[in-house]
């Protein structure tokens, strides 16, 4: 390998590591819950633990590595990641893993906001549009990867082994990191927002925690209406925070922009519409059905796949289109597929009556992803794209977060009704209830994101790397910004001007 793209190879490793863990865990959960013991609940935390820490503290983090160094914030994720996962494969417990994997979620968080500044400050001109593709394909595998990859080690080795297997391979990254990755910085005037972050932070797990607690004790329960409303005081205190201080984690008036609100919406609709229902698709196949957890994991294999070759065939061609086509479509992809799911789902299915559906949905996941971030970049101001790429990433994985707790909630519903030892055909048939009843939600979801997009999103040009490259190096080398004509390269046009209403 030229020497070159060693700083690609430190930042892409790191990516896999962070992306893999979020998808990995689904075909260990059954053995996780005969080994430790846990309840639903637990399982579902073990999934939210990870994505709400990572969402949670994404803006923080990116504001950090402004001030205190990039590489030096990756090396720190990379380092609590890594012990994180030791602890997680050390667990002797659910409690002790669900607080393992939050801390893992911290590390990742590091991690993913410092990944994009680093291969911006590592690459320039046509070097710069490789990295950011091969960047952006090596999260496709990890998504392609992490459910096989973890019914493999946990089927052959054990479930503690989809853990411990991060410890060697961060510290491959965090050598390559040190040998070839040079020190970056932003505005090292930067202050971190901790009021802000501690509020949202508060906010999104007591959301979480008050759906899940709805879901099994019901919704006009003390504990539940507690947990809710305290959601609620987080997030107006959020709002006053942000509106006050002087160097937010989130500037609100970016939501006021017709086409940046919506793409946050549906950065977190679409997170929480195409992925999270996978999760029961994966206890039910290994349940009810009794394949092995590597069976589990391919049984997820055609959305992944289908998103892989879509990303590959078509995209220099959707990057050529405007951003809102390729996303809303997307969406209605995503949409029906799952809806197709749900209509095929009976109690006598089996597994492969959902790879049509999966199918489906895999081609608009291959077709919205790569644009979402891009198109946020363009919808924001060029002085706030380090924000507004902070904000798409944050949604995504609240999106994924909720999504658990909310189908969770739908799921265990459907399962009341089962006592131990229920023969087989009412468990088939309580669980095909389940899923029906996901995959239904969720396409209604997709397709009501997809129309928004469709209808609300507006904007011209490339949504391809290079474009939002461009902008950001400006931002990076801290040129003074000046109003002109958009150019070839210019992506998407936000609604309104260029200066923040």
Known sequence: MHKK???LAAVSLGNVLLLVDVTIVVSALPRMADGLGASFSALQWVMDGYALAMAALLMAAGSAADRFGRRRLYLAGLALFALASLACGLAPGAGTLIAARAAQGVGAAAMLATNTPLLMA??????????????????????AIGPVLGGLLTEHLNWRAIFLVNLPLTAVAG????????ESHGDRGTRIDVPGALAFTLSASALTYGLMRG???????????TWLAVAAVALVVFVLVERRMPQPLLDLRLLRRPSFAALMAAALLLQAAAFPYLTFVGLWVQNVLGLTPVQAGLAALPMALMSLLVGVLGGRALQRLAPQLPLGIGLLLIGAGALLDSALLGADAGWATMIPGLAVSGVGVGAAMPVLAPAAL???P?????MASGAVNTFRQLGFALGIAALGTLF??????????????AVRAAYATGLTRLTLTSGLVAVAAGLMVLMVVR?????????????ARSRLRGRPRHRQAPSPTTHVRANGPTDLP
């Open 5 to 7: 793209w060693w700083p």
């Open 122 to 143: 590592a690459y320039r001109g046509r070097d710069r549009g490789i990295a950011f593709g091969i960047w952006g394909g090596t999260s496709g595998a990890a998504t």
């Open 175 to 182: 050598y390559l990191t040190v040998r070839h990755l040079r």
């Open 215 to 225: 879901g099994e004790r019901g919704w006009a329960e003390n504990g539940t209406l």
């Open 378 to 380: 363009g919808a924001a």
């Open 382 to 386: 060029p002085q706030r794209a380090g």
């Open 412 to 425: 265990t519903h459907a399962l009341h009704g089962l006592t131990p030892g229920a023969p087989l055909p």
């Open 459 to 471: 904007g011209t040009g490339s949504t391809g790397p290079v474009a939002a490259g461009g902008r």
